[in-house]
């Protein structure tokens, strides 16, 4: 069986690779040049404002994940995914259908996992060290990560009294958007909501890192010191020095076991599950409703985890609260309620879903989609390794150019990976709901 999604992983990846190669590099490439547009933009709005040059160095990664929104979207419609669901079936959602939806949807859990795994801070230490080789080591002029850090650990309580005001202004600005359907104004709920984000993870961090020395310098964290070592102290009469054991215990599993896995299990996984929210809630529910061993005509507008917060107060039957101080107060609550249905919990259950495929897909999924870091990873050192040596003005003209190299072609392959692996998953679930063998696509079935 691991031999059977290995060759369908791999060969399916490539041929669909191979035949929308150069409408997937056309829609990277203009990703890339966003990207780095945005970066070069925000040094120079920073230089005049470091909160606007934050907010232009958001766009940055606004611009690569709609890149891959419509990469996954062009994958999918290539491999048929959406196809899969009945015609009679078939309802149109502005969540299948608008890409300012789809980037809405997966924001959080894109920005979560390059935060995650280093990528925001890799690439705001880019942008700091950018600032400094244009304005020099000795200057006056604030940095924009500079600014950001001074307001969370100096002003902690108006760092996030902004904070609840961007969340409202994002709040009202999609409120207005999806009353008037104007498409400029989904782009501007995607930006600031990106800014929003990012503020979020990186000057989160500045104030986790000062609660976390005011915890250091309390009575309560000396107590729990001492209590430590006196335990440690109770085990050392045990010959085995037992104290000693279970410290270099913990350092192999912090240091070596956990970011092994970290890196090589859970990216993978992580990433096939934010790819699966890109080809829409109807198709999330086709699979859950498969993986139940349920037919899709089963599904009831609303029943599903996938369904939206406003589907589901309808399937419950509940009436909008009356007028007055308790209705403002129950929209609000309904406000806060509809954005974790609708945007935070679809990607915990895409990940459960994706998960249910089974640990022999898991396992060849893993192997492909490292094999492909891997590569990756080896294009980049050899490309270090023929310009070695060179200065660092011709690293700061060039490097970024340097980078496309590896990526222009690998990374097209992983998105046609994520969208292939999907697809697979809707294939196991399709072959345990109507008990038949797990290499029979729905395809294959329907025309025996």
Not at 161 to 176: C, E, H, N, S
Not at 342 to 363: C, E, I, N, Q
Request: charged share 15%; glycine share 6%.
């Amino acid at each position: 069986m691991i031999w059977a999604d290995l060759r369908i992983l791999v060969l399916d990846t490539g041929r669909v690779w191979w035949r929308l190669l150069p409408q997937l590099l056309t829609v990277y490439l203009l990703g890339w040049l966003g990207t780095e547009l945005a970066q070069r933009l925000a040094i120079t709005a920073g230089e005049w404002n470091s909160w606007a040059g934050l907010a232009i160095f958001s766009f940055s990664f606004l611009a690569q994940l709609v890149a891959i929104v419509v990469m996954l979207q062009l994958v999918g419609q290539d491999l048929g995914v959406r196809q899969l669901i009945p015609d009679a079936e078939l309802v149109s959602d502005d969540r299948d259908s608008s890409l300012t939806r789809l980037v809405s949807l997966t924001l959080l859990p894109f920005l979560g996992i390059y935060a995650v795994f280093g990528d925001v801070s890799e690439r705001a230490a880019q942008l700091a060290y950018e600032q400094l080789f244009r304005s020099g080591v000795v200057t006056d002029q604030p940095s924009i990560l500079g600014t950001l850090n001074q307001a969370a650990v100096e002003h902690p309580w108006w760092f996030l009294a902004g904070l609840v005001t961007i969340y409202l202004l994002r709040r009202g600005l999609d409120a207005w958007h999806e009353r008037s359907g104007i498409r400029a104004l989904g782009l501007t709920v995607a930006l600031v909501e990106t800014f929003f984000m990012l503020v979020v993870i990186m000057g989160g961090v500045r104030i986790w890192q000062q609660a976390k020395l005011w915890l250091a310098d309390r009575a309560f964290m000396a107590w729990l010191d001492s209590w430590w070592q006196h335990l440690l102290d109770a085990l050392s009469v045990i010959s085995i020095h037992l104290p000693v054991i279970v410290t270099r215990m913990v350092g192999f599993l912090a240091d070596e076991v956990w970011p092994l896995l970290w890196e090589a299990l859970v990216q993978p996984v992580v990433w096939l599950a934010v790819a699966a929210l890109v080809f829409g809630t109807q198709v999330l529910s086709l699979a859950e409703l498969w993986r139940k061993g349920q037919p899709y005509l089963a599904k009831v507008p609303g029943s599903t985890v996938f369904a939206s917060h406003a589907e589901r107060r309808r399937a419950k039957g509940k009436l909008p609260p009356p007028a007055g101080v308790g209705r403002a107060a129950t929209e609000l609550k309904e406000a806060f309620l509809g954005d974790i249905d609708d945007k935070y919990l679809p990607t915990f259950h895409s990940l459960r879903l994706v998960l249910r495929a089974g640990v022999v897909f898991l396992g060849a999924y893993v192997a492909v989609y490292s094999a492909l870091v891997m590569a990756d990873s080896g294009l980049e050192m050899l490309t270090n390794r023929l310009f070695a040596g060179q200065p660092i003005a011709f690293w700061y003209a060039y490097g970024t150019s340097f980078d496309l190299i590896p990526d222009i072609l690998l990374e097209p392959l992983r998105i046609c990976l994520l969208a292939v692996a999907f697809r697979r998953c809707l294939e196991l679930f399709w072959a345990r709901s109507h008990h038949v063998d797990v290499e029979t696509t729905p395809e294959d079935q329907e025309a025996t």
